[in-house]
């Protein structure tokens, strides 16, 4: 039986169109809890970290927002391992700087360490490390870059959402709707009522330069400012608990990487090295008597402590710059290297290192001799600082090439970690007015730079206050002409100390 029968015209198949249903975003009552304090601490840190000189509040701020996210994590299932709980703690000492010092640089280097280990501390959280990774640099580009950003618009769409399907919520767009729609009429009217009577006009204005003064069009910036930063905190909370989707740290995609860019032969880099190392080889011995001297306290013919001390730390920054590049390029670059390094790479690399040890020697051999001489300044210290976390840089990198295993990023990140709490929690500019008073008064400086101090910031003052080295009048003379004391810089352990005995 033939099945295929004509049944006459059918009518054309028009394909119906499929309705995209829009995803929603899934959400439990945690994360709206965390979009609105996202958005507040993302307003204070605005607020009190970059409009504003920090002090107390901006204490508060750092241990709401760790203090926050530890409890998020937790009740996200994330277990807390030793390290994570010694991160944690280290991140709570670190905001109590803030508190104890009015040095703004000083401040400023802290909220840039807490930042950058507040986002490890919630990558480490969630990964479940029990140690620093050997491959740091790529788990911290992680935990501040690519994870936060890879969910940068989902508070965004959690809040419209959350706002959609509340009564409240709708009635606040409505009444927003509202408002916008009346504002050019209400000015209008405004404007006529002015017009005609010259007390509603006088009352309007005082209204108006209120409403609109300089602090609220700060507010108003800093409100602007906060909605990237709260996307981008939130940001980082989400992405860490919800991990679908974003490639984890691999450490052999990471050898990987590395292995890719090992294109350079080994024997251009021993051809490119070794000219730099015998120039450095003659450099040293030419100058033997110039650098050495530092080690006796004896200046070279025609110069002055201020020169010798200064052209050295110009050399050291240069070599010391120099040498590092090197090292990299030999240890990134050349095609056998890791654990396949050969004894002359190696060699390049320590004797590099040695060299630049001697200098760093040489150069704090100097400033010890300059300090003796003109007392301490912020620059001599910070610079000295640095030399010492240089030395320690090429003392680890000498140990790497015979020790291949050991984590280098963890122990660079251990001795950063704790040369830094001494330059934060010995408050520099107590200390260097401490001891250029007692130099003075020892009679190993010849004048005592009480300008100097009183320029600096309310640390500085109160221990020559202390020290009686300054006077009453001239504290409160210059005090209030700091750029720490603006707006809320009287915020702090120093500041305050200071105003009770002052004033």
Partial sequence: MNNNIYNGPQAPYIPQPVTKVKEKPEYSKAEVVLSVFAFIAAFCAVRYILFNAMGFITTGVFIAIITAAIIYMKKKGCEFSAFNKVLAAVLYVFSFVFSITANNFIKDLDALFIFGAAAYLIYSAAAGNKDIERYLPFAVCKAIFEYPFSHFGKQAAITQDSLSKSKAGSNVKYIIIGLLLTVPLTAIVASLLMSADDGLAE???????????EEIWNIILQLCLAIPCSMYLFGMFYSNTHRGGIQPLDEQGCIRKLFSIRFVSNLIMYTAVTPICILYVLFFFSQASYFLSAFSSELPDGFTYADYARQGFF???AVAVINLIVLC???LFSKKSG??????LKLYSVV?????LILIATAM???VMYIDNYGLTELRVYTSWFMILLAFIFVLIIIKQFRFDMKFTKHLAVIFTLLFAVLCFSRPEALIAKYNIEMYRAGHLDELDTDAILKMSDDGLLAAYNEEAVTKE???????RLYQRKTYGRYNLSAVILDSKTE
């Fill in 203 to 213: 009352m309007l204005s005082d209204i108006f330069e209120r409403i609109f003064s």
């Fill in 315 to 317: 050399e050291l920054f």
């Fill in 474 to 480: 001239e504290v409160n003379k210059h005090k209030k």
């Fill in 329 to 331: 390029a030999v240890s």
């Fill in 339 to 344: 654990r396949e390094k050969p004894f002359a």
């Fill in 352 to 356: 590099l290192s040695i060299f630049t």
């Fill in 365 to 367: 051999s100097k400033m």
